[in-house]
């Protein structure tokens, strides 16, 4: 996993926590709320109904228009009944019937608020009532009764959470955006210091690592330039060690060990020629040392490019080194100059 993932998972993990110690306490306090509005918005409808309804218990077309204009504030049902309990107003049309059976109707008869939940068998499904009683003259002349399906309640504070979740989730999605741009930020100069130690890695000893990001990447990348500077150096001292040693070493000792090989065939005593053939080996030993020195020193350079020699000092080098070995055959080496 990188680093810009693991970033990126911690942050998510961390919006997450938040969100969830936040929203959930929110959720369930907005549920209450919108729960508390409801039912406050029912009484306080019902009480204004039941206010105006006070003098018009026997004007059934003004409390019709009272019935519907609650009905249509609060999405709800709004009866009126008089004292016996017979309906005089209906928001939904109704036939006039009695409700006088009703607990909730003779709660507000008896000249109080009652507003509760119950089933309701005609409508199969759980209402929210809220009954207020009628007052003319300081005696009670009806009932005012609202009600509304719970489920279209719940559906209403379903919505509200729905839209703090909605919220919670942009908020998170819009956290997670930035996070995953801090985390590319971060891992970013990371993924250009491991580009760049790769290039160095295959012999580019110029490249240089850009200064950027934190602090502490800042002083990564500079640590990082300032040894690969003196990487540079010291293989750039090695080189020259390399070619130093290659033309100033190998030369003279090919030359010493053919000028003994020569003074081995001129040797007028035994003794001589063992001394010169030990010294012979010497050299030879030598040279090869000389050699696996060189190819250690060469280990993990990148091949050098190509360059324009001279053949004619080549072959004139390569002359003064044979012509030893020449004289002792009683040979003589030419150089011709083209």
């Known amino acids: 996993m990188s680093l810009r993932t693991r970033l990126l998972v911690a942050f998510a993990y961390g919006y997450?926590?938040?969100?969830?110690?936040?929203?959930?306490?929110?959720?369930?306090?907005?549920?209450?709320?919108?729960?508390?509005?409801?039912?406050?918005?029912?009484a306080g409808q019902a009480h204004i109904g039941a206010a105006q309804a006070g003098g018009s218990m026997d004007n059934r077309a003004q409390l019709r228009g009272l019935a519907r204009s609650a009905?249509?504030?609060?999405?709800?049902?709004?009866?009126?009944?008089?004292?016996?309990?017979?309906?005089?107003?209906?928001?939904?049309?109704?036939?006039?019937?009695?409700?006088?059976?009703?607990?909730e109707i003779r709660t507000a008869l008896g000249g109080r608020t009652a507003q509760g939940e119950r089933h309701s068998d005609t409508l199969g499904e759980d209402l929210l009532f809220t009954?207020?009683?009628?007052?003319?003259?300081?005696?009670?002349?009806?009932?005012?009764?609202?009600?509304?399906?719970?489920?279209?309640?719940?559906?209403?504070?379903?919505?509200?959470?729905?839209?703090?979740?909605?919220?919670?989730?942009?908020?998170?999605?819009?956290?997670?955006?930035?996070?995953?741009?801090?985390?590319?930020?971060?891992?970013?100069?990371?993924?250009?210091?491991?580009?760049?130690?790769?290039?160095?890695?295959e012999g580019d000893l110029d490249a240089r690592a850009k200064v950027e990001g934190p602090?502490?990447?800042?002083?990564?990348?500079?640590?990082?330039?300032?040894?690969?500077?003196?990487?540079g150096i010291v293989l750039a001292a090695q080189r020259e060690f390399v070619a130093n040693a290659s033309h100033q070493l190998r030369t003279p000792l090919t030359g010493l060990r053919l000028r003994l090989e020569s003074a081995a065939a001129k040797a007028d005593s035994v003794e001589l020629e063992r001394e010169l053939a030990a010294a012979e080996q010497e050299v030879e030993r030598l040279a090869r040392l000389l050699n696996?020195?060189?190819?250690?020193?060469?280990?993990?350079?990148?091949?050098?490019?190509?360059?324009?020699?001279?053949?004619?000092?080549?072959?004139?080098?390569?002359?003064?080194?044979?012509?030893?070995?020449?004289?002792?055959?009683?040979?003589?080496?030419?150089?011709?100059?083209?």
Do not use: C, Y
């Open 16 to 42: 997450l926590l938040i969100l969830v110690a936040l929203m959930v306490p929110l959720a369930l306090n907005l549920a209450r709320r919108v729960d508390a509005e409801v039912r406050n918005d029912a």
């Open 71 to 103: 009905a249509s504030d609060l999405g709800a049902r709004v009866i009126v009944v008089d004292s016996s309990g017979l309906m005089r107003a209906d928001s939904a049309g109704g036939a006039a019937r009695s409700f006088s059976t009703r607990p």
């Open 131 to 201: 009954t207020v009683p009628v007052t003319n003259g300081g005696r009670i002349v009806g009932a005012v009764r609202v009600t509304q399906s719970v489920g279209a309640v719940n559906d209403r504070v379903r919505r509200s959470v729905l839209v703090l979740v909605g919220i919670g989730g942009a908020a998170l999605a819009i956290g997670l955006v930035l996070a995953w741009f801090l985390a590319d930020s971060l891992s970013r100069p990371l993924r250009r210091l491991a580009h760049t130690a790769r290039r160095v890695e």
């Open 215 to 231: 602090t502490e990447q800042r002083e990564v990348a500079v640590a990082f330039n300032d040894m690969t500077e003196r990487l």
């Open 292 to 338: 696996t020195l060189l190819m250690l020193a060469r280990e993990g350079q990148t091949p050098a490019k190509g360059r324009l020699v001279s053949l004619g000092l080549a072959a004139k080098h390569a002359q003064e080194r044979w012509d030893a070995r020449a004289e002792q055959q009683d040979r003589r080496l030419e150089l011709t100059p083209d």
